[in-house]
């Protein structure tokens, strides 16, 4: 009878204890997250805040995210003139923007605990883009890397490979060739590719010598594009990034390409450069800057719904974990995958050294030709 009590005793103190760590568990499991946080977006980016709100209220049952529709268009210039208590509490901007309104920007140094924490989740180059003396101005969100695009069909019956153009001046020169032997059917570079090649020039002469002044890299730039050498329609070339492997991928380009690394200044040189992606910056914090960081931290490194992003090829994500995704090139396209091309990019590629002059006589030049 002792026996059987005791029994019943321990069972009963057995059973309280599982019980007792039971709740104390799955108190422990839910987030203590809540707020209410307001997202800016253009129509680019609208689907995928849109999904990735839904999914971290999921998680966060407190947490309520309103994703508003900005016009692209429109989208810098409400930021900028909208009072400090209407602004939302995150917004995404490249480089040059969080420049314009770099003073209304919050949680620059809590910033550095969130990348120091992903920081194996981007690359060093992208990282330095944000970077402010006291921590990041924001987190890398999305990645702009550049590569070339020969049209190969062309190049061909010119007797011309892909392979004998590593330098801007190869490629300045076959263009010059090809639009004389084709009585000016063909000529170079895409209109639309200026600002591309702007960037990507300004940037390889900075790291060529950073005492270049604005007029000098004016004038070298001009020299490798311009208007005699540009066309809107038949071009033998495009400096661009996923935005033209999505044409060639629907059908919307005629002839057949190989994409690969851009042309350096001189054999040899650096030909990986990732230029100037979206980042998640917060402006508004308030009392919810708990909540700001763990969602910027969470939109920009899901792996899962960053890497659908990439199949549909609405953009390509900084974050190097969502990376792993493969796409069935169609028979318009030879040689690598474009897609491996530019992931390549944004894993490798170098930070640019001189930074803070690349930052200054960007913002000089492109503003001015804007």
Not at 45 to 72: C, G, H, L, M, T
Not at 121 to 130: A, G, S, W, Y
Not at 189 to 197: A, G, V
Not at 206 to 218: A, G, R, S, V, W
Request: proline letters at 2%; glycine letters at 4%; charged letters at 25%.
């Amino acid at each position: 009878m002792k026996n059987r009590k005791k029994v019943s005793i321990l069972l009963f103190v057995v059973f309280f204890i599982i019980i007792f760590f039971s709740t104390f568990f799955s108190k422990s499991n839910k987030s203590s997250l809540k707020g209410d946080i307001v997202v800016w977006t253009n129509e680019y980016y609208y689907d995928y805040f849109s999904n990735i709100a839904n999914e971290f209220e999921e998680s966060n049952k407190k947490v309520k995210i309103k994703v508003v529709e900005v016009s692209e268009d429109e989208y810098v210039s409400k930021i900028i003139n909208s009072n400090e208590t209407d602004l939302p509490n995150i917004v995404h901007l490249n480089f040059l923007e969080i420049n314009l309104v770099k003073d209304k920007i919050n949680l620059i140094n809590e910033n550095m605990n969130t990348i120091e924490t992903y920081k194996n989740n981007f690359n060093v180059n992208r990282l330095k883009e944000v970077e402010t003396e006291n921590g990041y101005y924001g987190i890398p969100f999305t990645s702009n890397p550049i590569s070339m695009y020969l049209r190969e069909d062309i190049l061909n019956s010119f007797g011309y490979k892909t392979e004998d153009i590593n330098t801007w001046n190869q490629l300045i020169e076959m263009g010059k060739d090809i639009n004389i032997k084709s009585n000016g059917e063909y000529n170079l570079f895409s209109s639309e590719d200026r600002l591309n090649i702007d960037l990507l020039l300004l940037t390889q002469f900075i790291e060529e010598n950073e005492k270049y002044n604005k007029d000098e890299l004016l004038k070298k730039i001009s020299e490798l594009y311009n208007e005699g050498n540009t066309t809107s329609e038949k071009y033998i070339c495009r400096i661009s990034g996923i935005d033209f492997y999505k044409e060639l991928i629907d059908g919307e380009t005629e002839g057949v390409w190989e994409c690969k690394n851009h042309p350096s200044l001189n054999i040899g040189e650096n030909r990986l450069f990732d230029l100037g992606g979206e980042n998640l910056v917060a402006l508004n914090a308030g009392k919810n800057s708990e909540v700001i960081k763990s969602f910027m931290a969470f939109a920009s490194t899901n792996t899962e719904l960053l890497s659908k992003e990439i199949i549909k090829m609405d953009f390509l994500p900084s974050s190097l974990y969502s990376l792993n995704v493969k796409i069935n090139d169609g028979s318009n396209i030879k040689g690598s995958s474009p897609l491996l091309v530019l992931m390549n990019t944004i894993e490798r590629a170098p930070a640019i050294n001189n930074i803070d002059e690349f930052k200054k006589i960007v913002l000089e030049i492109i503003n001015q030709k804007v």
